[in-house]
């Protein structure tokens, strides 16, 4: 066999398209991972629609996945330094080239903002001869180059791990940020994948209450059943209405922790009046640039007190102890109540389109489905 199949974005805001690709020619410490399964989340639907600065198309979305491993070159080691074998479960965190060397990572202590950084599924370009191409989870195999962190899962199912997905990191790192006390109210914008990790991990940290504003009802019905303790539809409703049942969730003074983690623009200024004074925000939906919006400095920031801060992506330590989560059987429980469906490469397109306008919570692309 000297090819695989993958499904790829050819260019912006065009469908996707199957291709055949070839398999790359292994550097030493390279393995060739066979993938079960892998994503499609809102950042793919970015992707396709061109809102991601210098995307390298064509590419192979699909950032996260999890796999055996099909063929490995020299040696592939774990964490722990132990060497792993052809045929083990593994997954790897997607972010690659990290240089562990620059101001931002020794200094910064921020190696999220590494200019270095890489990321598969995102700025991997399908023809890349170092890599190969194959750096995205929608395809059958998918190179993992010299120095990518892989993680055994040998005692995780594939769909299990999926349930998580790259949702998890990112609202793990967002939990470190927020820094949750014990008997805090959380208030957490949006019902999507990140949203729900948020909920679940609020409730984990010690949340008392939990409150979830999203749509549509079939997500808010998903987050009552991870863990939120209320919920409340953008569907119908104005600000106002949402601003008013979060203060009435709160006894008139607001959350003492909000999380955004809805994307849109609006919900950034609507994070800071929905706090409490002198409680903390953390921003994390705002991964692409959907244009400004208003904000009165003395009333919705200074005023206030507030404790704002950014969330970008998640590192390794974020990705390691996800898939220990995962693992935990008494931990892991409220992911396996995210719905999930799965959709062939053939039916990629669709899935992306079924995400992009919620009507599901989660779609997965099995590449070896017919």
């Known amino acids: 066999m000297t090819t695989t199949l993958a499904a790829t974005f050819p260019a912006p805001n065009t469908p996707v398209e199957i291709r055949e690709v070839p398999l790359p020619e292994l550097d030493n410490n390279a393995?060739?991972?066979?993938?079960?399964l892998s994503e499609v989340c809102g950042t793919?639907?970015?992707?396709?629609?061109?809102?991601?600065?210098?995307?390298?198309?064509?590419?192979?979305p699909g950032h996260v996945s999890i796999g055996t491993l099909d063929r490995i070159r020299g040696t592939v080691t774990d964490i722990h330094g132990d060497p792993l074998s052809e045929g083990d479960r593994v997954t790897f965190l997607d972010v690659h080239e990290t240089?562990?060397?620059?101001?931002?990572?020794?200094?910064?202590?921020?190696?999220?903002?590494?200019?270095?950084?890489?990321?598969?599924?995102?700025?991997?370009?399908?023809?890349?001869e170092y890599t190969g191409g194959l750096t995205g989870g929608w395809a059958r195999h998918l190179h993992l180059m010299p120095g990518v962190r892989v993680i055994r899962a040998d005692t995780l199912s594939a769909e299990a791990f999926m349930a998580g997905g790259c949702s998890l990191p990112t609202s793990l790192?967002?939990?470190?940020?927020?820094?949750?006390?014990?008997?805090?109210?959380?208030?957490?914008?949006?019902?999507?994948?990140?949203?729900?990790?948020?909920?679940?991990?609020?409730?984990?940290a010690g949340a008392l209450k939990v409150l979830c504003i999203g749509a549509?009802?079939?997500?808010?019905e998903t987050a009552k059943a991870v863990g939120a303790d209320e919920v409340f539809s953008i569907d119908g409703t104005t600000d106002d209405e949402r601003r008013d049942w979060v203060m009435q969730?709160?006894?008139?003074?607001?959350?003492?922790?909000?999380?955004?983690?809805?994307?849109?623009?609006?919900?950034?200024t609507q994070s800071l009046r929905w706090t409490r004074d002198a409680g903390r925000v953390v921003i994390v939906g705002q991964y692409t640039d959907h244009g400004d919006v208003p904000l009165n400095p003395?009333?919705?920031?200074?005023?206030?007190?507030?404790?704002?801060?950014?969330?970008?992506?998640?590192?390794?330590?974020?990705?390691?102890?996800?898939?220990?989560?995962?693992?935990a059987p008494n931990r892991s429980a409220p992911w396996q109540r995210v719905g999930?469906?799965?959709?062939?490469?053939?039916?990629?397109?669709?899935?992306?389109?079924?995400?992009?306008?919620?009507?599901?919570?989660?779609?997965?692309?099995?590449?070896?489905a017919e």
């Open 298 to 327: 003395h009333l919705d920031l200074n005023k206030k007190h507030l404790d704002v801060r950014g969330c970008w992506g998640s590192d390794f330590s974020h990705f390691y102890r996800g898939v220990q989560i995962l693992s």
């Open 216 to 220: 549509p009802d079939g997500r808010l």
């Open 99 to 128: 240089c562990h060397a620059c101001w931002h990572c020794l200094v910064a202590k921020a190696s999220t903002r590494c200019p270095h950084r890489k990321v598969y599924g995102i700025t991997y370009g399908l023809e890349n």
């Open 44 to 60: 793919d639907v970015h992707l396709q629609a061109g809102r991601l600065a210098e995307t390298p198309y064509p590419l192979i």
């Open 31 to 36: 393995a060739l991972m066979k993938v079960e």
């Open 173 to 204: 790192h967002a939990m470190d940020r927020a820094e949750i006390a014990l008997g805090d109210t959380v208030l957490v914008l949006g019902s999507g994948p990140v949203g729900l990790s948020c909920v679940i991990f609020a409730k984990m």
């Open 340 to 368: 999930l469906e799965r959709f062939g490469l053939e039916g990629a397109q669709t899935a992306l389109d079924r995400v992009k306008d919620a009507v599901i919570t989660k779609a997965l692309i099995d590449p070896w």
């Open 249 to 268: 969730q709160t006894g008139g003074r607001g959350a003492d922790v909000t999380i955004e983690a809805a994307g849109a623009p609006q919900a950034a």
